[in-house]
């Protein structure tokens, strides 16, 4: 039982294990057999952690193919992409210029209409359905519905009005509608996400 | 708690105190698994898994919850949600393997814990109480393993459902009536899959709570050792912390080793492959058999096949659970003084062959009920009740037992008496040792 008595006051005598340093045999094994054990239950939490990121099949749905054909100017569509409302607005060569002569300086969130839609396809605006003040679903999409005073969407839980490019104008949201990322795969289907 | 030697708990810093002073967990923490818990200092490995068992809870605990985060108890469902957490889910693979080989070094663990006890006399006085609570803990444990198999919705969750809760139809007049209120219906079915995932949720907790009994329990007279001589003074013992922490830490390090080992290169070893076979309730498995875990009380249960009286059927529920209920009576069966196996030969003896009795259990319970397998079976289970209704009160009484050591220092030093001379005793000059305190 020799080893076990040993304390840090012996240190002068440097009994049995212990360096001329003061450091002790068992110091190092204590650090290294905390460390080992340390860097397992490191490992095991991952997977604990990682088991509530998205599953993998709800990752192969993360993005869809949109045909766009059917859409006339002036028209929107609500679609579902990653369990999201998402709105696909082809704008009137009108709104477009609405939206074009905005001085973007005086926006809460500065974005011209070109920042937010694909190059050379101005007339094609996607964004997420969701308020980026509490997450509704602003109306403006189907005939018919209140688009708000910049003729664009309108969030009716708590009054924000977004613009023709999706932009945040009067209202308490902070930020304009999100745009998702998409590439047009031809002339009418959108790959978004 | 413990001994009056014991080492208080003292406060390293203003903060632990004041905690200290309001709540004094920290101390409660100390006196039960740190430096103020008095050990025996000769205890062997075999002490080790009754902290591998809390452990194996724990992980149980830990893998089930995030598992229920998935699972879906809906018995249109539920088997394609295991294989979503199998396919789909991040690590999902490794998370549901580990619960189910986890359950598997549970009951290893238990059972090496258990025969621990029974080898070693832990159930005798004053530790009975440990004795029956640890009992109430394996009874929980088999019903929340049961309960847990049948979640997937397989081939064999089905069917094992079906002839568990069977079990209770064979008791007279009520059996029917209770199988029925059981299972919510007439066989297995979304009742029953729905009430089965509630409780085997709840009762792993049921279970931590009575393990903290458990412990309590234990805490009084404090932890026996492989002499089963009492603990005479401060000499004989060692603080919990750090000397069996670090042999626990050991223990649990070659636990952890053994468990992925199998996790990760022989995940279905210990499951049934038509498991992966999902419900039908229109066609039975070749043969139906439980979780290796419960082969040897699934042979006990087959044994039985000639009515007498009784039904036989009857009989054989009555057994199986008669094989546990009987462990409950364990300490007055054997009133034998003498605690630890080492000091009684003949025991020793009989000990041996009933875990090579259980052995034989287990090995027929896992196999089709058709000859040899009933034969051997039914002669075990004559050996298996023998052992504890007839052998072990006679070999109580009429067992010349070894001479025990003086106390445990003198087993551990061998020959060095004054060192070894029990506490308070005058001894020539020498003056009693303290316990030995670990370097801080």
Redesign the interface.
């Known amino acids: 039982m020799a080893t076990v008595e040993q304390t840090e006051g012996t240190a002068a005598t440097a009994p049995h294990g212990q360096g001329a340093d003061g450091v002790r045999r068992r110091d190092f094994l204590n650090i290294g057999a905390v460390t080992a054990a340390g860097v397992g239950a490191a490992a095991l939490v991952y997977p604990l952690v990682n088991q509530m990121n998205p599953t993998a099949d709800v990752l192969a749905l993360a993005s869809i193919d949109v045909d766009v054909s059917a859409i006339q100017p002036g028209q929107a569509i609500k679609t579902i992409w990653r369990k999201q409302p998402i709105f696909i607005r082809h704008l009137t060569p009108a709104e477009i210029r609405d939206a074009s002569n905005v001085d973007v300086s005086d926006l809460r969130d500065p974005e011209t209409l070109a920042d937010r839609t694909a190059e050379g396809k101005p007339q094609w605006l996607i964004t997420l359905g969701v308020c980026t003040h509490l997450g509704c679903v602003p109306l403006g999409t189907a005939e018919g519905e209140n688009r708000g005073e910049y003729h664009g969407y309108f969030c009716p839980c708590h009054g924000s009005h977004y613009d023709t490019a999706g932009r945040i104008r009067r209202g308490p949201a902070p930020l304009n509608l999100e745009v998702p990322e998409y590439v047009f795969l031809n002339a009418t289907t959108v790959r978004i996400g | 708690m413990g001994f009056p030697w014991a080492q208080e708990y003292q406060p390293k810093s203003g903060f632990m105190r004041w905690i200290d002073q309001r709540l004094p967990l920290p101390r409660l923490v100390y006196g039960a698994v740190g430096g103020g818990y008095p050990v025996p200092r000769n205890l062997n490995h075999f002490w080790n898994f009754g902290v591998l068992a809390g452990v194996a809870l724990a992980i149980q605990i ?2 089930g919850i ?1 598992l229920a ?2 699972y879906n108890a809906n018995a249109d469902t539920a088997f394609a949600s295991v294989e ?1 957490i199998m ?6 693979w ?2 549901r393997y580990a619960h189910a080989n986890g359950a598997s070094f549970f009951f290893i663990v238990t059972y090496i814990h258990i025969f621990r006890g029974l080898y070693y006399g832990s159930y005798k006085a004053p530790r009975e109480m440990v004795w029956l609570l640890g009992l109430v803990i394996f009874l929980l444990m088999m019903a929340t393993a049961f309960m847990g198999y049948v979640l997937p919705w397989g081939q064999m969750s089905f069917w094992g459902a079906k002839v568990i809760t069977g079990l209770f139809g064979a008791i007279p007049l009520v059996g029917e009536a209770l199988q029925t209120w059981l299972l919510g219906s007439f066989a297995p079915d979304q009742s029953t899959l729905t009430r089965f995932f509630s409780l085997h949720y709840l009762l792993p907790f049921v279970i931590a709570g009575v393990i903290i009994l458990h412990i309590w329990a234990l805490h009084i007279p404090g932890s026996s050792n492989p002499t089963g001589v009492d603990v005479k003074g401060p000499q004989d013992t060692v603080p919990f912390h750090p ?1 069996y922490t670090a042999k626990d ?1 050991f223990a649990l ?1 070659i636990f ?1 080793l053994l468990l992925a080992a199998v996790i990760f290169y022989a995940p279905n070893y210990l499951g049934h492959a038509d498991n992966y076979i999902p419900a039908n309730p229109l066609a039975t498995p070749a043969e139906i058999v439980p979780e290796w875990y419960f082969w040897p009380f699934y042979a006990i249960l087959r044994a039985f096949t000639v009515d007498f009286i009784l039904p036989a059927k009857l009989w054989g529920v009555i057994a199986m659970f008669g094989s546990i209920v009987l462990l409950f009576f364990l300490s007055w069966l054997d009133p034998s003084p003498v605690r630890s196996g080492n000091y009684r030969p003949t025991f020793r003896i009989f000990f041996w062959i009933l875990i090579v009795d259980v052995i034989v259990l287990g090995y027929c319970g896992g196999k089709p009920a058709e000859q040899p397998y009933v034969m051997i079976s039914q002669l075990a289970t004559i050996y298996y009740f023998a052992h504890f209704l007839i052998i072990l009160p006679i070999l109580s009484h009429v067992e010349r037992t070894l001479p025990l050591p003086n106390s445990i220092s003198e087993s551990v030093l061998h020959g060095e008496a004054e060192e070894a001379a029990p506490y308070g005793t005058p001894s020539r000059g020498a003056q009693p040792q303290p316990q ?5």
């Open positions: 830990v893998t995030v985060m998935h979503h396919r789909n889910v991040n690590q999902g490794f998370l000397y830490g390090a952890m030995p305190q670990p370097a801080h």
